[in-house]
């Protein structure tokens, strides 16, 4: 059964740091490398949105322009994880942080990780 953890969420002051972890089990390596793995967040009433890709080698990157050259995004497929590194936290940041995988037409969620940032 694949599961996604997040973990790594928290309260953060503006301009702090926090790095948020997903876990994939269920899948074995070579199959999880396979995968594109995103992050969307979702804020108090609004859509959930997408803020971060990366491909299944980690040779590539996409973000929203909202994020840009604040957050980035990498992975371990050895240990089956994808980080999303966010810098310079703000106020509008504050959501709960979900880890996606997806594969043609297959996909899983995470469960999120809530995210507040403020002082």
């Known amino acids: 059964q694949v599961q996604l953890v997040e973990s790594g969420g928290g309260l953060v002051q503006p301009g702090g740091s926090l790095r948020l972890s997903c876990a994939a089990s269920?899948?074995?390596?070579?199959?999880?490398?396979?995968?594109?793995m995103n992050w969307y967040r979702q804020a108090p009433g609004k859509e959930r949105e997408l803020v971060a890709g990366?491909?299944?080698?980690?040779?590539?990157?996409n973000f929203a322009d909202s994020v840009k050259g604040r957050f980035t995004t990498s992975r371990d497929n050895a240990k089956k994880t994808v980080y999303l590194q966010m810098n310079s936290l703000k106020p509008e940041d504050t959501a709960v942080y979900y880890c996606?995988?997806?594969?043609?037409?297959?996909?899983?969620w995470g469960q999120g990780t809530r995210v507040t940032v403020s002082s």
């Open positions: 996606n995988a997806r594969l043609a037409g297959s996909g899983y």
């Open positions: 269920g899948f074995t390596v070579f199959t999880f490398s396979s995968y594109y």
């Open positions: 990366i491909t299944p080698t980690g040779g590539a990157t």
